[in-house]
C-alpha cells in the first residue's frame, strides 16, 4: 500500500480548505462508497492544517485497488504526507479537548506544528489547577527530536508526555518515578474510521503499559494513569483534582503552526491580548495566594505589553477580561492593582460596574476596597495552603534541581578538558544567576515572573544547559575509559602520551584535576571482580609510572614499598585487565595486593 505516494491520499478535511475535521477512507469498497454518499463529492478538501494545498478532493472508489482521496487533473500539491497518520496532529487537539470537557476543566489548548519536521505538539493551559501539560504526538514513522526530552527534563511544564518511541535518560525517572508516552491508534465509531490517545506508563525496567486517554484523569501535580496510581509512593498526589469554580466548556481553539506562514482556523489564533489575560490572572491569583498587591508596570514586565501606554478605557477592558472568570460571590482580582501610591485605580467604579459590581461612593470606597482585598487574601490563601501552589512547588522542584547539578558541576569541573571547562563555568554562572533571581525575588512575586517567563518560552533553560554541559564534560574520563578498555581487549599496554599529548587520544594536556585523580576517577568503582585498567599504562622501557603507587593508593590498595613489588603487582593487575577483557573473557587470577585498613573505594 503506498502510503508515502501523494496521489494516493488517506486523509482529507471535511467542509472547507481551513477545515479542522479530519476524514479518513476506508480502503474497503463499500465502507468508501457508505462515505462518500454521506458527505457528498466536493466535501473533502486537501485542508491547509495538513499541510495541503487547499484544493477540493475527489473520492476515487476502487475494485481490487485501494480507495482513495485524489486531486484534480493539473493541480500540484505541496503536501508531504498522505497517508492515515497525516492528521493525527488534529486528532490530538480534538480528542484532548474532548477528554478535558469530560473532565470538568476548563483549558486553553494551542497545537504547534513544525511543517519541516514530522511531529506535533499541544500544549495544554489549565487555569485551575494552574497546570501546563505538553503532549508530544510524533507520526508513525517519525521520531522526536532530542530535545524533545530535554524539554522533558527542564521542568518547564508539569507534565510532557513523550512519544511512543522516543528513548529516555535515566534522570526523567527521577521526577516522579514514571515516564508518560502517548500514541494514537486507529478506532471505529460511527461507521468511521478515527485515530485515538492511548497513554503509555513506563516504569523503571519495566515494559509500557498503555490505556486510553478516556482511562486517566487530572492530579494537581499532572496527569495520572491507572498504573501510575498504582506504583505510586506512598504520600504521593493520586486523586482527581475538582475544579472549584463552575465549568464552562472551551471554545474551538485555533490551531497554531509554527515553522511556515499563519493560516487561520475559524476562531483565529490565540493573540498576545488574550496570551496576557491568561497570565495576568494567574499572576493576581498568585498575589493574592501570598498577600500581595501590585502595579501596572510589575505587569508590564509579565505581560510583555506596554500598559504604561493603555488609557484607562483600555486598562478597564484588559481587567475586566482578567475577572470575567471570578464569580460573584468572591472579590475581584482587580483590587490587587494599585498604584503607585498603594491607592486603588481611580477608574474602579467603572470597572466594577462592567462586571456587573456595585462598589461604595466616596469615602467608603476605599475602606470598602481594603475589606474586600483582605477577603481576597484570605481566600485565596486558604485555598493554597489546603490545595498547595503547584507553580511555586515546580519552583522549588526547580531550584533543587538547579542546586544538584551545580554540585555535580562542581566535582565534575577538574576533570573536563579545556573547551569542556570553559562551557561548563559558563554553564554554572548562568544557572547560579537564574539561582540568585529566584532566591532573592522577595515580597514582590518576581520569582513567580522568571518562572513564568522560562515557562513560556521555548529556549533551553539554565538547567539544562548545565547538564548538557556536565554531560559534555565527561568526555575526557570517557576517553580515558575507552582508550584503556581498547588496550586490554587486544592484549596491549600503552602509555601516559597516548592519553594525553600532541597525539593523545583524550586531550592534549591532563585536565585541571591532574593525572592521577583523572585516572582514579575514570575506574570508577575497582571491586576484587574488577581489574585496575590504568595497571595498562607504562613507561616506555614496560615498567610502572611514577604515578604507579599514588594511583594504587587512591583506589585503596596499599602502597607498595619497593620497585620489585610494585612490578610484580603491576604486572598481575595487566594480566587480570587482559582476561577480563579477552574474546571470550578468561577466568581473571587473585589479586596480589590487599585492600588499606583505612577503607577502600
Known amino acids: 500500500m503506498g502510503f508515502g505516494d501523494s496521489r494516493l491520499v488517506k486523509v482529507a478535511v471535511l467542509g472547507s480548505r481551513t477545515s479542522d475535521q479530519p476524514v479518513i477512507l476506508p480502503t474497503a469498497h463499500d465502507d468508501a462508497l457508505r462515505l ?6 466536493d466535501a473533502f478538501w486537501c ?4 499541510g495541503g494545498c487547499g ?32 492528521a493525527d496532529h488534529l486528532y490530538l487537539h480534538r480528542e484532548v479537548g474532548r477528554w478535558l470537557d469530560k473532565c470538568g476543566l476548563d483549558h486553553r489548548l494551542e497545537l504547534r506544528r513544525q511543517t519541516n519536521e514530522d511531529w506535533t505538539s499541544l500544549d495544554v493551559f489549565l487555569p485551575s489547577p494552574g497546570l501546563r501539560l505538553r503532549f508530544y504526538c510524533s507520526y508513525a514513522e517519525g521520531t522526536l527530536p532530542q530535545s524533545a526530552v530535554e524539554f522533558a527534563l527542564s521542568g518547564t511544564y508539569d507534565d510532557v508526555l513523550l512519544g511512543e518511541h522516543t528513548p529516555v535518560p535515566r534522570e526523567l525517572f ?10 494514537m491508534v486507529s478506532d471505529r465509531r460511527e461507521d468511521l474510521w478515527h485515530r485515538r490517545i492511548q497513554v503509555g506508563t513506563e516504569l523503571p525496567a519495566r515494559r509500557t503499559v498503555w490505556r486510553n486517554l478516556d482511562e486517566c484523569w487530572i492530579t494537581p501535580r499532572g496527569v495520572m494513569t491507572p498504573v501510575a496510581a498504582k506504583s505510586a509512593p506512598e504520600g504521593s498526589v493520586v486523586e482527581r483534582y475538582r475544579q472549584p469554580t463552575p465549568f ?16 487561520r482556523g475559524p476562531a483565529g489564533p490565540i493573540t498576545p491580548w488574550q496570551e496576557a489575560v491568561f497570565v495576568l490572572r494567574d499572576y493576581l491569583r498568585h498575589c493574592a495566594a501570598h498577600g500581595e498587591t501590585t502595579t ?18 483600555r486598562c478597564q477592558v484588559l481587567l475586566g477580561a482578567v475577572d470575567a472568570a471570578t464569580p460573584l460571590s468572591e472579590p475581584p482580582l482587580f483590587l490587587l492593582v494599585r498604584r503607585g501610591n498603594g491607592r486603588p485605580l481611580p477608574y474602579l467604579g467603572e470597572l466594577a460596574k462592567q462586571l456587573g459590581r456595585s462598589i ?19 481566600l485565596h490563601k486558604a485555598a493554597r495552603t489546603s490545595g498547595g501552589d503547584v507553580r511555586l512547588d515546580s519552583v522549588r522542584r526547580s531550584l533543587k534541581r538547579i542546586g544538584t547539578l551545580l554540585a555535580r558541576a562542581q566535582d565534575q569541573l577538574d576533570f573536563a578538558g579545556k573547551p569542556e571547562h570553559r562551557a561548563l563555568v559558563k554553564a554554572m554562572r548562568h544557572a547560579r544567576s537564574w539561582q540568585d533571581q529566584w532566591q532573592g525575588a522577595g515580597r514582590r512575586g518576581v520569582a513567580h515572573r522568571t518562572w513564568w517567563a522560562g515557562r513560556e518560552g521555548n529556549e533551553i533553560t539554565g538547567a539544562v544547559a548545565l547538564e548538557q554541559a556536565i554531560q559534555r564534560s565527561g568526555a575526557v574520563l570517557e576517553a580515558v575509559q575507552r582508550r584503556l578498555i581498547e588496550a586490554a581487549c587486544h592484549g596491549d599496554t600503552i602509555t601516559v602520551a597516548d592519553l594525553f599529548g600532541p597525539q593523545g587520544c583524550a586531550a592534549p594536556s591532563p585536565p585541571p584535576a591532574g593525572l592521577v585523580r583523572t585516572l582514579i576517577r575514570a575506574e570508577g568503582a575497582v571491586t576484587d571482580q574488577v581489574p585496575v585498567l590504568s595497571a595498562l599504562i607504562t613507561t616506555d622501557g614496560g615498567d610502572p609510572p611514577s604515578e604507579a603507587r599514588d594511583i594504587l593508593a587512591g583506589l585503596g590498595f596499599v602502597r607498595p614499598v619497593s620497585d620489585e613489588v610494585l612490578r610484580i603487582v603491576w604486572r598481575h593487575e595487566q594480566q587480570r585487565s587482559w582476561a577480563a577483557h579477552a574474546t571470550p573473557p578468561t577466568e581473571m587470577p587473585p589479586r596480589r595486593i590487599p585492600r588499606s585498613s583505612r577503607g577502600s573505594r
Not at 36 to 41: A, D, L, M, T
Not at 47 to 50: D, E, M, Q, V
Not at 299 to 311: E, H, S, V, W
Open 174 to 183: 527521577a521526577r516522579r518515578g514514571h515516564v508518560l508516552r502517548l500514541r
Open 55 to 86: 484544493g477540493i478532493l475527489t473520492v476515487r472508489i476502487c475494485h481490487g485497488k485501494v480507495s482513495h482521496f485524489a486531486h484534480r487533473p493539473g493541480e500540484v500539491c505541496i503536501r508531504r504526507r498522505t497517508d492515515e497518520d497525516s
Open 248 to 263: 464552562h466548556a472551551a471554545r474551538h481553539q485555533a490551531v497554531v503552526t509554527e515553522g511556515a506562514p499563519r493560516r
Open 296 to 313: 501596572w508596570d510589575d505587569l508590564a514586565g509579565i505581560t510583555r505589553l506596554d500598559l504604561r501606554a493603555f488609557g484607562d478605557t
Open 360 to 378: 461604595p461612593p466616596g469615602h467608603a470606597r476605599h475602606k470598602w476596597c481594603e475589606e474586600q482585598t483582605r477577603r481576597l487574601f484570605a
Open 36 to 41: 462518500k454518499k454521506r458527505f457528498g463529492s
Open 47 to 50: 485542508g491547509s492544517l495538513l
